[in-house]
């Protein structure tokens, strides 16, 4: 699939999307249900794990249509990866070809195949998770991003000046979608976030973005480098997403810049979820192309206000469908609202990550935890404790002790540590270990571990 090849999906996709936006809640809930009994049907036909997950309840294409999506039994990331290449509905992805893929930098802006959109993410529970879309998915969610989150301008006589600021050296589902962004539409640019802060600053003041995105720890940092006066820039729109956006960081970043970020809410699960517009006091949730369920530990539903867990079934991944599936995100609803027509949801929380900082001569240099990021073949888990000012312990659980699978992680943490400067200053050792427990007091698992 060719860049100008989902252009053209995409701005085909965006006439439906926007009318879907603009439906009234009756008729939106009917097309949820449409669109769950597609996707239902799809994988009792495709996926040899959901057919034989549900086979195991008595569930079939006989009785499909009077199966409540509640019913279902629940699924997760660790279920996923130890069954992917039965439980996806295409034959042509294969776990350990696309986990080549992945590791391999030379494919960076590549399709997997020249047809499926292939990223990789750690999360919050600490395990690798491996997700896939074929062309017609990724084309709605890149046009779900252009019309309900970036909003853009169709204008191909005037191209939007676009950064993205994250994780942009291996291939996450963020920096996709920026690469992917239509270039009749945007003139791109991509600014890593572990570059050392004074060239961070000087890309994106040649640049001058008009249209801001990135990790919202990302942006709240650029927003304290423009209030100090060492950077000077004044971008239209500023999307925040990857990461938790608190309200302290929210009313930094108007300040600094003069508009309050959109915030973005997505997962490698799916790339869009809901969103929180400029002014808003809460999040529209996009149910027309997601089943959405905020669950109790009993796996009832909470009340409005109230944190649930999110038991996710994504309705346009037909590659990889997600049905019933378990999130680390816990979000509470707010059914005092009326939908117009998305329902809406107050907080959420559980993505909240913490810097690691160092002291590199007189100054203090950081690293962002989604730059600490490892991909090698047979890699489960991994965590980085911070055990001195400038002393790292790296854990992690392989498969198979490989060695060289610790060299390849041993060689990326190198790589991350000079990219900042710190190669000569701080040191690290890797730790094989059986496994990497949960914070016992949070029941979370804590990906970084600062001092």
Not at 55 to 68: C, F, T, V, W, Y
Not at 141 to 159: D, E, H, Q, S
Not at 191 to 203: A, F, G, M, Q, S
Not at 242 to 268: C, W
């Amino acid at each position: 699939m060719t860049k100008s090849g989902l252009a053209i999906r995409t701005l085909i996709k965006i006439p439906s999307v926007k009318r879907a936006g603009n439906s009234r809640p009756e008729a939106l809930k009917k097309l949820q249900e449409k669109r769950f009994r597609r996707i239902f049907k799809h994988v009792l036909v495709h996926s040899p794990f959901y057919k034989k997950l549900y086979g195991q309840n008595g569930i079939n294409l006989a009785n499909a249509d009077k199966i409540r999506l509640e019913n279902l039994p629940v699924t997760d990331k660790k279920m996923m990866m130890e069954n992917f290449d039965a439980f996806v509905c295409d034959k042509n992805l294969k776990l350990k070809e696309i986990e080549r893929f992945l590791s391999d930098k030379s494919n960076l802006g590549k399709k997997f195949k020249n047809k499926h959109t292939v990223f990789y993410t750690s999360g919050t529970t600490g395990l690798k998770g491996v997700f896939a879309c074929g062309p017609n998915d990724w084309a709605t969610v890149m046009a779900m991003n252009m019309t309900r989150v970036i909003k853009a301008r169709l204008n191909p006589f005037r191209k939007t000046k676009m950064v993205f600021i994250g994780a942009t050296d291996g291939l996450y589902a963020a920096v996709t979608i920026a690469e992917d962004a239509p270039r009749i539409l945007f003139d791109v640019k991509t600014i890593y976030i572990n570059d050392p802060t004074e060239k961070l600053r000087k890309e994106m003041e040649n640049f001058k973005p008009e249209l801001l995105t990135g990790y919202s720890s990302s942006i709240y940092l650029l927003a304290l480098e423009q209030l100090a006066g060492r950077l000077n820039i004044g971008p239209k729109k500023i999307v925040c997403s990857g990461d938790t956006l608190t309200e302290q960081m929210r009313e930094t970043i108007r300040k600094a810049f003069s508009i309050y970020p959109v915030n973005f809410y997505a997962a490698s699960e799916s790339m869009c979820m809901a969103v929180r517009e400029e002014e808003s006091q809460t999040f529209d949730l996009f149910t027309d192309w997601h089943c959405f369920e905020l669950l109790d530990r009993n796996l009832r539903p909470v009340a409005s206000g109230q944190p649930g867990n999110l038991i996710l079934t994504n309705l346009y991944n037909y590659a990889q469908p997600l049905i019933r599936y378990r999130m680390n995100d816990q979000l509470a609803p707010d059914y005092q609202v009326r939908a117009n027509p998305f329902p809406k949801i107050k907080t959420i929380a559980g993505r909240q990550e913490n810097f690691l900082w160092f002291q590199k001569g007189e100054t203090a240099e950081f690293i962002h935890p989604m730059a600490i990021d490892f991909s090698a073949p047979g890699l489960l888990k991994y965590q980085a404790i911070q055990e001195a000012k400038n002393s790292l312990l790296i854990k992690i659980v392989l498969k198979d002790e490989d060695p060289e699978s610790i060299k390849s992680v041993s060689g990326r943490m190198k790589e991350i540590l000079a990219e900042k400067g710190l190669d000569n200053i701080v040191n690290f050792r890797i730790q094989p270990v059986p496994d990497i427990p949960v914070d016992p007091k949070t029941g979370k698992f804590r990906h970084i571990i600062p001092l």
